[in-house]
C-alpha cells in the first residue's frame, strides 16, 4: 500500500508514468488556473486532491473526520505564482506526512472502522484515496495536453 502511495502521489513512474507531484511541480501558476472548456483547472484538482489527504491525515493523527464534498474545491483564488507555490507546497507536505502516516500504521490499525463502521476500515479509505488520486491524475495530465494544443495552435 505504501509503494502504491508514493507510486501516484509523489514518486512513482510505472503505472501512469508519472506521479501527481510531478505533473504540478513545474507548472507555470497561469497554466494551473488555465479553464479548459468546462474541466476543473489543474489548480482545482490540486486543491480538492490535497484537501483529502489533509482530512485523512487528520483522522490518523486522532482528530475527527471534518472534510465535506461540499467543500473540497473551495479555496482562495491562485492569483500568482507564489499563490500556485503555496498549493503545490502544501500538497507534497501533507503528501509526504500522509504516506508516513500510513507506513507507521500497523496491520492490525489498518483494518479498524475508519471513524464510523459506515466508512469501511482504514485500509479501504486508503485505496480509495489512491483511485481517487489516480482519477484526477489522469484528468491533470489531459488538461495539460489540452493546454499544450492550444498554446501550440496560437
Not at 87 to 113: A, R, Y
Not at 121 to 146: A, C, F, P, S, W
Amino acid at each position: 500500500m505504501i509503494s502504491r502511495l508514493k507510486e501516484v502521489l509523489t514518486e512513482g513512474k510505472w503505472v501512469s508514468g508519472t506521479n501527481f507531484k510531478e505533473q504540478i511541480f513545474d507548472l507555470d501558476w497561469k497554466e494551473a488556473i488555465q479553464e479548459v472548456d468546462s474541466l476543473n483547472s489543474i489548480a482545482d484538482l490540486t486543491f480538492h486532491v490535497s484537501y483529502y489527504i489533509a482530512g485523512v491525515t487528520n483522522v490518523l493523527e486522532g482528530g475527527s473526520l471534518d472534510i465535506r464534498d461540499k467543500y473540497s474545491f473551495d479555496y482562495p483564488p491562485i492569483e500568482s505564482h507564489e499563490d500556485w507555490r503555496n498549493l503545490v507546497n502544501k500538497f507534497c507536505t501533507d503528501s509526504e506526512k500522509f504516506i508516513s502516516l500510513v507506513e507507521n500504521m500497523t496491520k492490525e490499525q489498518l483494518f479498524e472502522p475508519f471513524v464510523d463502521e459506515k466508512y469501511g476500515n482504514y485500509h479501504r479509505n486508503i485505496d480509495v484515496m489512491i483511485e481517487h488520486t489516480y482519477y484526477h491524475l489522469g484528468q491533470v495530465m489531459l488538461i495539460k495536453k489540452m493546454i499544450k494544443a492550444t498554446t501550440n495552435d496560437a
